[in-house]
């Protein structure tokens, strides 16, 4: 198919996307618990029925044996063993399939505490040169900060919807601008999904800086708050009816120039929404560059969440005086919609597993209900797939060396069961910090609307 004109189209042969997540290449074979009878009633006489009519015929009956077995091999995949986490009747859980962190914590604490104070403490090391010596920029910066006073007549409108949370919406955005740019596209302000999870209306200038935004990026990607008059005109100021080109998750780059391009010119613009994840990690030096200035060097938070910032950050050096005024900064993933999409089991019992049902269903609305899921902590577990409590993520930052004289800063959303596993994360480090802890109430109001 012929290719539409792309600035960004000579710059080198499509790489190809990397491998996809360990959650979706494991354990493909789903099976729910029911049905298995008739499965195996229907293979059965399927087989049957091949094999009969094989032996009615003269000179081909060597292949009844193949049919047979082939026909029993269907039949017992049907089963959709999960060998990885079958447990003997009453027997022991494998290993590493429950969460035993806390009688771990309980044994190592002791040690710990002799531990406390000691000499050396791995907070004077984690700025050490050398340490930083192999560090390298994500692009090649020189091709997109030079870029071009005059942009080539852009090929049509691209809009796309930023779903997910703060992070995912980061990222669609870089995503946004390497895409726009591949295609010679004129990209408008990325609209924020009102997700059903974070419940946060925020759009694009109350957390970005968008006139910087704009300007950082002008020599690159053409940029538009909104669709002009007669755009809007032709979709009926409707947003929604442009057309909702339905990309796949980690997209290539010919994909976008052999699908997305020739609808964007014939219908001057398109709309791709959920925008998260759709374009590859390996793409071309010109693309990734793209990437690269739009997330360091075009995204800044709005002003107001600026000075808050380095306000915050001010008097966390301030308390940090244990450390000559370094500190480690932590950002805890054990939100309950986290916990919750994990499908991982901890230790609260029927009532986390409640809670946890319940916030499934809310956040994702029978998602974890559809035939055939079916929900499996053990090997979850087992795979690396939970979240870590905030008493395993102190305990591992103590494997690493930093002792209980430490300033830990905390950013998270409202931990699930925050009382319960905070604790053992403030026992290991007294001098920890939230922004609850270094901001004012009033400072933090016109911030409460947002989750993000």
């Known amino acids: 198919m012929p290719q539409g004109h792309s600035r960004l189209g000579a710059g080198g042969r499509s790489t190809p996307s990397p491998p996809s997540s360990p959650r979706f290449r494991h354990g493909r074979n789903k099976s729910s618990g029911g049905g298995r009878g008739s499965k195996k009633s229907l293979v059965e006489k399927l087989v049957l029925a091949v094999v009969s009519a094989v032996f009615r015929r003269r000179g081909v009956l060597l292949f009844a044996p193949v049919l047979y077995i082939t026909g029993m091999v269907l039949y017992m995949g049907s089963f959709g063993f999960d060998v990885g986490v079958r447990m003997n009747a009453g ?99 990325p609209i924020f999904h009102l997700n059903s999870v974070w419940q946060d209306s925020s759009n694009f200038s109350d957390i970005f800086d968008e006139d910087f935004f704009i300007d950082s990026l002008k020599n690159n990607v053409k940029i538009v708050r909104e669709l002009p008059e007669d755009m809007l005109q032709q979709f009926d100021y409707n947003i929604s009816s442009i057309v909702n080109l339905r990309v796949k998750g980690w997209s290539t780059r010919n994909h976008y120039l052999e699908k997305v391009l020739p609808r964007m010119k014939e219908l001057g613009a398109v709309r791709i929404a959920p925008f998260s994840n759709r374009l590859a990690n390996a793409v071309p030096s010109p693309v990734q560059c793209l990437r690269c200035l739009a997330n360091f060097e075009a995204l800044r938070f709005a002003e107001p969440i600026r000075v808050l910032a380095e306000r915050m950050v001010q008097r966390m050096t301030r308390r940090s005086s244990e450390g000559g005024g370094r500190y480690v900064s932590v950002h805890l993933r054990f939100e309950k919609d986290m916990v919750a999409f994990s499908c991982c089991k901890y230790d609260g019992g029927e ?100 989750s993000s």
Not at 115 to 134: D, G, I, P
Not at 397 to 415: C, E, H, P, Q, W
Not at 435 to 446: M, Q, V, W, Y
């Open 351 to 450: 009532e986390e597993k409640r809670e946890m049902d319940i916030a499934r269903e809310k956040g994702w609305r029978g998602k974890f209900r559809r035939k055939g899921r079916v929900i499996k902590p053990g090997a979850n577990r087992m795979d690396g797939k939970c979240p870590l409590t905030p008493l395993e993520v102190g305990m591992m930052l103590r494997g690493m060396g930093f002792d209980n004289t430490t300033s830990v800063y905390v950013a998270a959303g409202k931990i699930y069961k925050e009382e319960k596993f905070m604790a053992p994360l403030k026992l290991m480090f007294p001098y920890l910090q939230t922004k609850n802890t270094l901001a004012t109430p009033e400072e933090l109001a016109p911030f409460k609307i947002g």
């Open 91 to 189: 027997g022991p859980a494998p290993p590493g399939s429950v969460y035993r962190s806390p009688q771990v914590f309980e044994k190592l604490w002791p040690l710990m505490e002799n531990e406390s104070n000691s000499s050396f403490n791995a907070l004077t090391m984690a700025w050490s040169q050398t340490l930083h010596q192999s560090w390298q920029p994500c692009g090649s910066m020189t091709i997109c900060q030079t870029g071009s006073k005059e942009l080539p007549e852009s090929n049509g409108f691209l809009i796309i919807e930023a779903n997910g949370g703060l992070n995912q919406q980061r990222l669609s955005i870089c995503d946004a601008v390497a895409v726009a740019g591949l295609l010679n596209a004129t990209l408008v302000i």
